[in-house]
T-cell receptor, first 112, second 114 residues
Framework: NAGVTQTPKFQVLKTGQSMTLQCAQDMNHEYMSWYRQDPGMGLRLIHYSVGAGITDQGEVPNGYNVSRSTTEDFPLRLLSAAPSQTSVYFC???????????FGSGTRLTVV | AQSVTQPDIHITVSEGASLELRCNYSYGATPYLFWYVQSPGQGLQLLLKYFSGDTLVQGIKGFEAEFKRSQSSFNLRKPSVHWSDAAEYFCAVGEGDGDDKIIFGKGTRLHILP
């Protein structure tokens, strides 16, 4: 089925470890983004991209890196995991910045 | 920079009663506005969106929202709620000119009394 695919669905990391959350979409969407969801905080934008080779910071970019080498993929890298990065991460895409957003099913990350 | 405020963290209504969820925003120029719903343990689903034109927007599941520029509001309404409407609702805003960010509010959790 077409949509946004995130892997893994669950992950436990130790403090200081690094990892990459994968995100792929098959809808040929130009706009992709990463959000984190924490209780009482809603969804906060981490990084976003308006096309291959173009990325920009969102509201809470510190501790995360992204790259966009292809239209389909938009991985999120945690450089050195911290307990404050325990969260549910959503990847999202849309055909334009004004288009409705399609969300992935989320990755629940726990940093111990 | 744009921002979104959802003043109510929790709202409880009885099944069959009317509903209004509040959303206030700040923006630089021309906003485009969304409402999303997240059922427990689920992802987010688009309810409706406003870009331009008619300020009363109809969405799925019987929801509607009205854009009021003078009040910087985009409140979500439903005439009669069903138990299945219990969920968390998020308002989101993007700027129409230049900035590509889409920012979400903190959400309003809706509880339904039988």
């Amino acid at each position: 089925n077409a949509g946004v695919t995130q892997t893994p669905k669950f992950q436990v990391l130790k403090t200081g470890q690094s990892m990459t959350l994968q995100c792929a979409q098959d809808m040929n969407h130009e706009y992709m983004s990463w959000y984190r969801q924490d209780p009482g905080m809603g969804l906060r934008l981490i990084h976003y991209s308006v096309g291959a080779g173009i990325t920009d910071q969102g509201e809470v970019p510190n501790g995360y890196n992204v790259s966009r080498s292809t239209t389909e993929d938009f991985p999120l890298r945690l450089l050195s995991a911290a307990p404050s990065q325990t969260s549910v991460y959503f990847c999202a895409s849309s055909y334009s910045r004004t288009g409705p957003i399609t969300f992935g099913s989320g990755t629940r990350l726990t940093v111990v | 920079a744009q921002s979104v405020t959802q003043p109510d963290i929790h709202i409880t209504v009885s099944e069959g009663a009317s509903l209004e969820l509040r959303c206030n925003y700040s923006y630089g120029a021309t906003p485009y506005l969304f409402w999303y719903v997240q059922s427990p343990g689920q992802g987010l689903q688009l309810l409706l969106k406003y870009f331009s034109g008619d300020t009363l927007v109809q969405g799925i599941k019987g929801f509607e929202a009205e854009f009021k520029r003078s009040q910087s509001s985009f409140n979500l309404r439903k005439p009669s709620v069903h138990w299945s409407d219990a969920a968390e609702y998020f308002c989101a805003v993007g700027e129409g000119d230049g900035d590509d960010k889409i920012i979400f509010g903190k959400g309003t959790r809706l509880h339904i009394l039988p």
